[in-house]
Structure formats: C-alpha cells, structure tokens
C-alpha cells in the first residue's frame, strides 16, 4: 500500500505544483490583491502538504525522528484547509468585512496545531509502527490525535462544499462559477477521503481488516486535489481558453468563407479596402472584413441574378442563393455587357440579429456555393 500512497502523494504534488507555480509567476503584478496573494498561499500549503505527503511515503523518519514527516505532513494539512476556507471567504466578500471571521479560522488553526502537536509527542507517536498513524491504532492517545485531524480536513471540507453553490449561483464571472462548481466536486471527493480514512483509523479499535478501504483514501486525495488544483486556477486561465476558442472559431469561420468571397472578389475586386493576404493577425477584424466584403460582392452581382428562382421553398434557400451567385458570376463573365433586370430580395432580405448569426449564415451559402452547378 506504501507505493500506491507515494504514487498518489506526488500526482497530487505535481498538480498542486503547476497550479502554484502559475499563480507564482504572475504575483509581482498581483501582490497588492489581497484575494490573489490569499489564493497563492492556498496553493503554497497544498504543495506543501503533497511534498511532504512524498517524503513521508518515502522514507520512515524525518531530521532522525521517525514519522515525524507524518506529523509535518498533517500539520501542513491542517494550514492548507485553514487558508482554503480563508479564501473562500475573501472570494464572496470584502476583507473588511469578513476580518473577524479570518481571525477566527487563524485562531482555530493555531489550536488544532498544537493539539496535534503535543497529541503527537505524549503518545509517543515518534516510537509506534508507521501503520498505526497511516491506518489506524488502538492506542487512546493516537486515536484522538488521528481523529482530531480528520475532523480538521473533514469540517472545513464540508463547508467549502456547501458554500461553493451558493457563490456559483451569485458568480458573475462564467470561469469563476465554473472553478467554484469544479471546487464544490474537489470538496465532496476529500469528504470521501475523510470518510475512508476514518473507517481506516477505527479499523484496529473496531478489530476489522479494511482491505480495500485502506487504498480508496489515498484514490479520494489524489483525485480531489487535482480537481481542486484546476478548480483554485481555473479563474485565472479561464479567459485564456476562452480566447483561444474565439480565435479557433474565427479562423475556421475565417476559411469556410473563403470559397464563396474569392468567387467574388475575381468578380469584383474593389469590394477589398485591403490587398488580400493570408496573414492572420487580428483575425477578428479580418472575419468582420471578410463578411462586409461578401455582402459588397453579393450586392455588385445584384442585376445579374434571376429573379425568377425565388419561388423556391424556403427549406432550399441556401442552395437556392448559392445558386443564384454562381449564375449570377456565369452571367458576368459570359457577356458582362448583358445585364438583366435587377433582382428584388434574396440576400437583402435577410435581417441576421447578431454578427454570429450573419457568419453563420454565410458559412451555409460558402459551402453550397462550392459544391452546387448552376443548372441543378
């Protein structure tokens, strides 16, 4: 059970790691915002709390004195959970107004430290097999050391994932709601771990053999804190693959477009302000460009279209459009001399509400246009 512990103690470190390490980089321009410097602790003490869960997986003593890694690693538990509920406060709230109830979580985590603490060296913790403090033990003093820690993770566990709903309902911020949702789960999985791990700590008192309750624990932490590592960082990046996903979608926009405005343009070039080019910078601008561009083309091919096919159902308008251009550019470069009588409606008609909605419009035309014949 020992390499299945390691295993999950540094999956969990390396996770808390990165996410500390991106909230770190970025602090010199941060460290006046109370709420960002309270999130890079958070991450400090679950790095910490990982780090250490890895030295003491490895090795049976610490500076000489057996499972005293233990004793760190659970003190450093009980900071981390202290400062998660720490910024979940300052989250939801204003410092000023929740200083008294920060004092208070301060206060409580000091106690709880020097419980463990002197819990630890009057029972004689530093002398006991190491199972007896990474399952369980018999011993009253032990017990009550080990049970007092879980109560430590266990409440402000709870809490957190009772208070995470509410503030994603009240969130504004879509990355923030989505972090505090993903936080609420992070939550609900240590409970689990809580669970396990005190079914585990009762085992020897209970005289049961936890098979393979001894193993769920160390399943419940790592996936928690990795949940919770995306969860606490999720704000930050969010944005970013927002972004990215915007670009993404224009630029696929930005081709899909291409067939029907290329068409156009040999047919019209004035229609461009700008000489073509395939750079993609400011793609934004370039897909907004694009779209006025096809709508001048469309309209200079105006008196060539056959007024004629607009009787067709309106379930073959795309068809029926992308059609009409490409006889309407048939007719232009054939004889563009001959020009018919202007055509009323068709693209005109169209009334898109939002930009989106015209792309994705023109998409539909774009694609049609280079696949239907002009006399299907």
Known sequence: MNGIAAVAFLLSAIASSAAFLYKLVQIHRNWRDVVYVSLTVTLAWQ????????????????????????????????????????????????????RGRIRGWLYT???????LVVLFF???????????????????????????????????????????????????????????????????????????RTVNILSPV?????GIWELLPNLFSAAGIVVMSIALTMPSWGGHVTNALGWLR???????????????????????????SSSISDLHYRLYRRVVEIRDGWRALRPYMDSATESEA?????????????????????DPRSIPAPSRGGFEQRDAKTFAAEVSWLKEVSHAFASVRVHD
């Not at 209970?206 to 936890?210: D, K, W």
């Open 314 to 334: 309106p379930a073959d308008q795309v068809r029926l459009e992308a059609r009409k251009i490409k006889q309407a550019l048939q007719i232009k470069r054939d």
């Open 250 to 276: 224009d630029y696929r926009s930005y081709r899909a477009l291409y067939p029907l405005w290329h068409s156009l343009y040999e047919a019209t070039p004035e229609i461009a302000l700008e000489p073509p």
């Open 206 to 210: 209970l005289h049961i053999e936890p």
């Open 122 to 196: 009057v029972g004689g913790a530093m002398y006991l097999p190491r199972a007896d403090l990474t399952v369980g033990s018999s011993d009253p003093l032990i017990l009550t050391y080990l049970l007092l820690f879980i109560a430590s993770q266990l409440v402000p566990c709870v809490k957190i994932a009772i208070q995470c709903i509410p503030y994603a309902r009240a969130a504004g911020n879509p990355w923030l709601r989505r972090g505090l949702w993903l936080l609420s789960i992070a939550a609900v999985l240590l409970v689990l771990y809580c669970v396990t």
């Open 47 to 98: 790095f910490l709390t990982f780090a250490m869960g890895v030295v003491s997986a490895s090795s049976a003593s610490l500076f000489g004195v057996p499972n005293l890694g233990i004793l760190v690693l659970h003190l450093v538990a009980v900071a981390l959970c202290i400062s998660a509920q720490i910024l979940l406060l300052l989250w939801a709230n204003p410092l000023e107004k929740v």
């Open 109 to 115: 985590g000091l106690v709880l430290i020097t419980l």
